[in-house]
């Protein structure tokens, strides 16, 4: 018979020790590592979450067509390859116009620069054309927009007439609202403007300005 000793809890942790010893069948139970997720298993919730190569590719035609429409020509599947020579050239000069590009623009331009200067003062009847559409562009007494559609209203012999609407900067349609007092009930707002472009033996030329706006 094993020794007691004179203290309670001694007793009880040799019992114990002792019960150990007697059934050595019955482990301590340990608790089991947990499995770790795998590689492929971190990576589902992003894979899922993400849209298919297919949807993606939709998605980024759609913004890149949403990007560049302010820019590409509007499609005149009817006219007829004069008509559409002339809807170009006159895209082609107000495009230019909104670019800066005068140098390019001023070729293109059939109308009248003593009109052009007269946006200006009498101090510019001297100026050379692109010295005029510089300073009428880049002072905003023209609204040298981007073109936004170009839409055939009718030809004649020698001249096509459109009607052609532009961009704001943020993208909305520019609208001339009445001006000096008038109400919209005498000068009603509009977003188209006409144009004619001439055709003398192959040569494409743009009578009018872009819109102006007191």
């Known amino acids: 018979m094993l020794p007691r000793s004179a203290h309670p809890l001694t007793n009880l942790v040799f019992a114990a020790a002792l019960l150990g010893c007697q059934q050595p069948g019955r482990a301590a139970p340990t608790e089991a590592p947990r499995p770790q997720p795998t590689a492929t298993a971190q990576a589902t919730p ?5 849209a298919s190569p297919a949807t993606s590719t939709v998605t980024l035609q759609a913004a890149t067509a949403q990007m560049t429409s302010p820019t590409a020509p509007t ?12 809807a170009n050239t006159l895209r082609d000069f107000l495009t230019l116009l909104h670019f800066r590009r005068y140098a390019e623009a001023a070729p293109l331009y059939g109308g009248s620069y003593e009109d052009l200067a007269g946006f200006l003062g009498p101090f510019a009847g001297s100026m050379e054309p692109v010295a005029l559409w ?8 023209l609204q040298c927009l981007l073109p936004k559609a170009v839409s055939l209203d009718a030809r004649t012999e020698a001249s096509l007439f459109f009607r052609v609407s532009f961009y704001n900067p943020d993208g909305s349609t520019f609208t001339l609202g009445p001006c000096c007092g008038a109400s919209e009930a005498d000068m009603p707002p509009r977003s188209e403007f006409s144009y004619e472009v ?10 009018g300005t872009p819109p102006y706006v007191p």
């Open 75 to 86: 499609a005149e599947p009817t006219l007829d390859p004069i008509e559409q020579e002339a």
């Open 198 to 207: 001439t055709v003398s033996e192959g040569h494409y030329l743009v009578l």
């Open 134 to 141: 510089q300073k009428t562009c880049d002072n905003y007494f």
């Open 46 to 50: 992003t894979l899922a979450a993400s």
